[in-house]
């Protein structure tokens, strides 16, 4: 019975702590502070309800836990301000008091309000990418130090010194607990997606480790965007985010067999393509677009996402407009992964010839010096064009790149392909 108690209260902590941290930060006016209390709740739900049992509103139950403990520490402050204050001259401590009902009032009050200044503080750009990611996933995820960890394959107390630190340095920065205003929102909103993208990169394809998913990442990730698509009805980028991980993610049963091997795009069973999702990401990029103004970068890229979604099979795969999607996206955003996929695209719209040529004026782009992906799309496309010796070198060196287990071995094996290929052509 303690066992399925503790997997209620595990539900109801990865429910209810990001709205009870953000309620209690806005109180406190600090994170690091809210977080504890938050935390002082859930020991003492795990104390009393294996013998009390769960309440009816374990949400309501935290919070008011919370609530009394975050009295308790204001009163304790407000009467050392007092004796400071007493030194200097008499006051009536009854001007002090904390009023419990506008506390309640208070930490009650707007709570969509409350999750929207949450996001926007665990993004602040005060803090590093890494710092920013980790305490998304702590404050907002409700994830473990230890989760986190083992997600990005780092030690646990690295993961903790960045939490630990990026909680000191909102502090000391005096970062305050608000959702910003202005041209500020436009810059904070892109780091808080950006964010939210990255967590989910991370789960859809794994940069390291021995699994080439973790679905556990992508559904935090899912759900860290659609709180915000709420939060943010009037924000085209915010449902173009949601639109991109909801069709990306409707593939992910399709993505690896049954040894956990992945399968390319092309070669996937779009019977085993989550519909569901998919209708969720075509509505989320509807709403989108008809927000009206040029389509932001994932925006655009759930358009050429809800490309691959729409086609019933691969030889159905409008290539022509997903190589202007591309073009568009390169526009918008310059870079040579963009052109990279750019290539891929142009490569299936109007041959492989054409998508080599654009390939091969990247290659002594800087940053793709260690990019697996560009010799693995090279090798690719001289595979199509029957130079196997080429790209089974292209898929070896690709190979020496990749963190990932699953992925070594799959550019390992196309390499392989490509030598028993050339085999006969070199003997005739």
């Known amino acids: ?153 780092v030690s646990e107390p690295a993961v903790a010194q960045r939490i630990v630190r990026a909680k000191r340095a909102l502090a000391e920065a005096h970062v305050p607990f608000e959702v910003p205003g202005g041209a500020e929102l436009a810059a904070r909103l892109s780091s808080v997606l950006d964010v939210i993208y990255l967590v989910f990169n991370e789960g859809y394809a794994a940069t390291a480790g021995d699994d080439w998913l973790r679905p556990a990442l992508c559904e935090d990730a899912l759900r860290l965007g659609r709180i915000l698509a709420e939060l943010t009805p009037r924000e085209p980028e915010v449902h173009g985010l949601v639109a991109l991980m909801e069709l990306q993610a409707s593939r992910s049963r399709a993505r690896v067999d049954r040894s956990g091997d ?37 925006a655009l890229q759930a358009a050429i996402a809800a490309c691959h979604a729409r086609a019933h099979t691969a030889a159905e795969t409008d290539w022509a407009r997903i190589a202007a999607l591309y073009h568009a996206l390169a526009q918008l955003t310059p870079s040579p992964v963009v052109e990279l996929n750019r290539a891929v695209a142009l490569s299936m719209a109007v041959g492989p010839a054409v998508g080599l040529e654009l390939v091969d004026s990247l290659t002594s782009e800087p940053s793709l010096e260690n990019y697996q992906y560009l010799p693995s799309v090279r090798g690719d496309l001289l595979a199509k064009l029957d130079r196997f010796d080429e790209a089974r070198l292209e898929f070896e060196r690709a190979a020496t790149l990749t963190r990932n287990a699953r992925q070594r071995k799959l550019l390992l094996d196309r390499a392989a392909a490509c030598a028993r290929e050339a085999a006969p052509a070199r003997s005739s």
């Not at 019977?271 to 994932?298: C, K, N, S």
């Open 1 to 153: 019975m303690t066992s399925e108690i503790d997997r209620a209260i595990d539900a109801v902590w990865r429910i209810e702590s990001a709205r009870l941290i953000a309620g209690l930060a806005r109180i406190v006016r600090d994170v690091g502070l809210a977080e504890e209390l938050a935390q002082d709740a859930l020991v003492a739900a795990l104390e009393q309800w294996p013998d009390s049992g769960i309440p009816e509103k374990p949400g309501a139950w935290l919070m008011g836990t919370a609530k009394h403990r975050a009295i308790d520490l204001l009163r304790r402050r407000k009467r050392l301000e007092l004796k400071y204050e007493e030194m200097g001259h008499e006051l009536l401590g009854a001007q002090h008091e904390i009023d419990e009902r506008q506390f309640d009032a208070a930490i009650d009050d707007e709570p969509g309000d409350d999750l929207l200044r949450l996001i926007f503080t665990a993004c602040h750009p005060v803090l590093s990418t890494e710092a920013r990611v980790a305490l998304t996933l702590r404050l907002l995820g409700g994830l473990t130090t230890d989760e986190i960890a083992r997600a990005f394959l």
């Open 262 to 298: 992945p399968i390319l795009l092309l070669d996937q069973d779009r019977g085993r393509w989550d519909q569901l999702l998919i209708r969720r990401g075509l509505a989320a990029l509807g709403r989108a677009e008809q927000l009206g103004g040029t389509l932001g970068p994932f």
